[in-house]
């Protein structure tokens, strides 16, 4: 997917810890599916893409299960929250790659910042892997490097600027639901309490 209204999208930047995986890639190696094996995605991060999609699938049958059967559609509910748990639990303890662990970004719907140990030649391409808290969902992204510039006072650290060119439509979603819900978590947490004007 290719966002022509980066900028729009842009304004609706947030600071945000998340896990990211990150790997400079050739032109020629650029494919529609971001998650293709020749990417070498950490098995950790591929199951919970795998099980996004699949909530992803069912979440419209829920309203259609709850109107015939609120009982049944109340326990499936709880059947997938024990499966999340056990899933983040595997991963957690799992000997790979540790999604748990955050870094400082600033994430859009049209594309990400970061720091990192090494500049990025500008227009190259880069794929990414990143986790969303507290949901542990999974995105792979691939994106073109549009700033690259050292931190003033840190001479081998770099802040990198990259847009989104590869988003699959379900992460899109999904990555705009995770902006939503961390703003209004924000708004919330800043907004004064109603009694505090009276």
Not at 27 to 35: A, C, F, M, T
Not at 87 to 108: F, H, M, P, Q, W
Request: some cysteine; overall charge negative.
């Amino acid at each position: 997917m290719l966002h022509d209204d980066i900028n729009r999208r842009d304004f609706f930047r947030l600071e945000d810890r998340v896990h990211l995986i990150k790997r400079p890639i050739e032109k020629h190696l650029i494919s529609e599916d971001p998650y293709n094996e020749k990417f070498c995605i950490p098995k950790e991060a591929l199951l919970f893409s795998q099980l996004r999609a699949l909530e992803s699938d069912a979440q419209s049958l829920m309203p259609l299960i709850a109107d015939t059967n609120n009982a049944v559609a109340t326990y499936l509910k709880t059947i997938d929250q024990k499966i999340d748990c056990i899933t983040r639990y595997l991963v957690s303890d799992s000997k790979g790659e540790n999604i748990a662990k955050k870094e400082n970004v600033s994430l859009s719907e049209g594309g990400i910042s970061f720091v990192h140990h090494a500049p990025l030649e500008l227009d190259s391409y880069i794929h990414i892997t990143m986790v969303l808290f507290p949901s542990y969902s999974s995105i792979s992204t691939i994106g073109q490097v549009k700033g690259s510039c050292v931190l003033e006072g840190l001479p081998t650290i770099y802040r990198i600027g990259v847009e989104f060119t590869v988003l699959l439509e379900n992460d899109q979603k999904q990555l705009s639901r995770h902006i939503r819900r961390k703003q209004s978590l924000e708004l919330r947490e800043h907004s004064p309490k109603s009694g505090e004007n009276r």
